[in-house]
């Protein structure tokens, strides 16, 4: 069965057929799929096999030849730039109301004494990591803020004006996303991978000449910012992982469903795919022209009105997102390859934070949508080995993106997780009404 997946997956047949056979595998199994990260994947995938197809269908086979060998070309159809990323950043954040300013801060060339550098080059040249810092009252605790896979630190735009109120918000794009840096991804292993984003961030910790900070991370922000705290937990006030990606690994109970479903035709291509590195945005690069219809329809998709009566964004706001989610994925791969490094096929975790909850040294609070399909009894069993205090939070009408989905409860969970840096009597503070505590 193996020989014949192999044979399948390299001499059967043309790209646009794997794309749409993709497409239908994805679509058989929509339930299981609405409940984890492939939502995305089947999207785009249908775009893109929808396109080739029309395009084979509409002509002969002499020019489906030439069209084939031309196809180098075309991926470098790409209408984005780094200028057009710090464009569309601008035009987003005109929706917020707070002063800030923007800046790239030189990262260097690599972590001092580390053999994983940020480029493939023998040049010493700089690196750097785009960031914005918001006006706040002297004296307000300073919070950093870290976003997920495949998105940048404007996906937070709802969120800074009541934020910045009561902290110095300061968000970042990770090395190799957003309007940072993007080096050639050189890492080959789960360490290397993590050492990137940890090492990096330390960087610019350091530049930024900060300490005693409140860090919150979403999904694999939320990953990146566990590891960095396990590893300086000097610099950390308090920790708040938001959706944390990489609680869960393939030992776990729930995963037998992956395993039958790996087992499988289709579970062998969609595992091929992950293992290759296919990610998204090369998708999105693919299409060229069609990239920024293709995620416009996966903007409109992912944040419909599912959990509550009114939609998630004005017109204008979403209009802005998805002018900006298209430029921040349509740029050069770099971060985005950490993938499979960090996540085995099905979002499991390589190296799971829950094997390094009992050296926990920072105090966490744990925030999740009700609807979020990552897992949040991940966090309860990574709570029962804390020797730190640990809250865990869950917002009603939120799924994932619940600073987007439910702001004002997000809002409502972050200020209850730092009451102590907010209130001077923080153990008086009442459990926020409408959460729910796990």
């Known amino acids: 069965m193996k020989i014949q997946h192999h044979y399948f997956l390299n001499n059967s047949i043309s790209s646009s057929k794997l794309n749409a056979w993709v497409f239908v ?12 990260p492939y939502r995305w994947s089947s999207l785009i995938l249908k775009k893109m096999a929808e396109e080739i197809n029309k395009a084979e269908l509409r002509s002969s086979p002499s020019v489906i030849a030439k069209s084939r060998s031309l196809w180098p070309s075309v991926l470098r159809w790409i209408p984005s730039s780094t ?58 605790p300073t919070l950093v803020m870290v976003h997920g896979y495949g998105a940048s630190q404007g996906f937070f735009f709802k969120n800074f004006d009541f934020l910045a109120n009561r902290f110095k918000v300061i968000a970042i794009d990770q090395l190799g996303w957003g309007g940072s840096s993007r080096p050639d991804f050189t890492c080959k292993s789960t360490e290397e991978t993590e050492a990137w984003f940890v090492d990096s961030f330390e960087e610019w910790r350091k530049a930024k000449n900060l300490s005693n900070f409140i860090l919150l991370g979403h999904s694999f922000g939320g990953y990146v910012a566990a590891k960095y705290a396990l590893k300086h937990p000097e610099h950390v006030q308090h920790l708040i992982l938001v959706g944390p990606a990489g609680f869960s690994s393939e030992s776990d109970d729930k995963s037998e469903w992956l395993t039958r479903f790996r087992a499988t035709w289709k579970g062998a291509i969609l595992n091929h795919l ?46 802005l997102l998805t002018d900006y989610v298209y430029h921040t ?8 390859l950490c993938l499979k490094y960090i996540f085995a096929f099905g979002a499991f975790a ?11 040294k920072v105090p966490t609070t744990f925030i999740y949508g009700v609807q979020d399909w990552m897992n949040y009894q991940g966090a309860q069993e990574a709570r029962k080995q804390m020797k730190v205090p640990c809250e865990i939070i869950r917002v009603p009408q939120a799924g994932h993106f619940v600073f987007l989905e439910n702001p004002d409860g997000f809002h409502s969970a ?25």
Not at 329 to 336: F, I, M, N, P, R
Request: glycine share 6%; charged share 25%.
């Open 414 to 438: 972050t200020l209850y997780a730092c009451r102590r840096f907010l209130s001077p009597h923080p153990d008086s503070e009442p459990f926020p009404e409408g959460l729910e505590s796990a």
């Open 83 to 140: 200028d057009h990323i710090i464009a569309s950043e601008k035009r987003l954040l005109s929706l917020v109301k707070t002063p800030y300013v923007q800046e790239q801060v030189n990262i260097g060339s690599g972590a001092p004494g580390s053999t994983v550098r940020w480029f493939r080059s023998s040049s010493n040249e700089p690196r750097f990591i785009n960031t914005i810092t918001f006006d706040s009252k002297e004296g307000s």
């Open 25 to 36: 595998l994805l679509s058989r199994n929509k339930y299981r799929m609405n409940q984890t």
């Open 274 to 319: 992950w293992e290759s590195n296919f990610t998204p945005q090369k998708i999105v690069r693919g299409l060229g022209p069609w990239g920024p219809d293709l995620v416009r329809k996966y903007t409109a998709a992912r944040f419909s009105p599912r959990y509550s009566a009114g939609g998630v964004f004005k017109d204008e706001e979403s209009r």
């Open 350 to 360: 390589r190296m799971p934070l829950l094997n390094s909850a009992s050296e926990w």
């Open 329 to 336: 994925l349509a740029a050069k791969a770099s971060g985005e």
